[in-house]
């Protein structure tokens, strides 16, 4: 079992930037993945970032965060450092995690069973 409890969320200008964590409480000797998803309204949630048990290997799903968002993960706290924001980038962003300690099963595409509440990033002009 394992919860997930994401912060730093809001409302910042065009241009701006925030910075995102989330902490895993983590019940379970199991190696995990983390790894940030989006939504926003009216569209299917789509994966972020992806970041491997140990931090070494991170990788981004969305071609329009490349150069502007960082993630990086310290032990069980998960970051999203989130520069020049667009407002494109308004969602509510979620944390998620993944038993799993290889780099491969990180990918989305295996899927994520635990999820945090989420938080929103809004975007202004």
């Known amino acids: 079992q394992v919860q997930l409890v994401e912060s730093g969320g809001g409302s910042v200008q065009t241009g701006g930037s925030l910075r995102l964590t989330c902490v895993a409480s983590?019940?379970?000797?199991?190696?995990?993945?983390m790894a940030w998803f989006r939504q926003s309204p009216g569209k299917e949630r789509e994966a972020v970032a992806t970041?491997?048990?140990?931090?070494?290997?991170v990788a981004y799903w969305t071609d329009s965060v490349e150069g502007r968002f960082t993630a990086s993960r310290d032990k069980n706290t998960l970051y999203l450092q989130m520069n020049d924001l667009e407002s494109g980038d308004t969602a509510i962003y979620y944390c998620?995690?993944?038993?799993?300690?290889?780099?491969?099963?990180?990918?989305?595409?295996?899927?994520?069973?635990?999820w945090g509440q989420g938080t929103q990033v809004t975007v202004f002009a």
């Open positions: 983590a019940y379970t000797s199991v190696d995990f993945c």
């Open positions: 998620a995690a993944r038993g799993c300690a290889y780099n491969f099963c990180c990918a989305p595409s295996y899927g994520y069973n635990y």
């Open positions: 970041v491997a048990h140990g931090g070494g290997d």
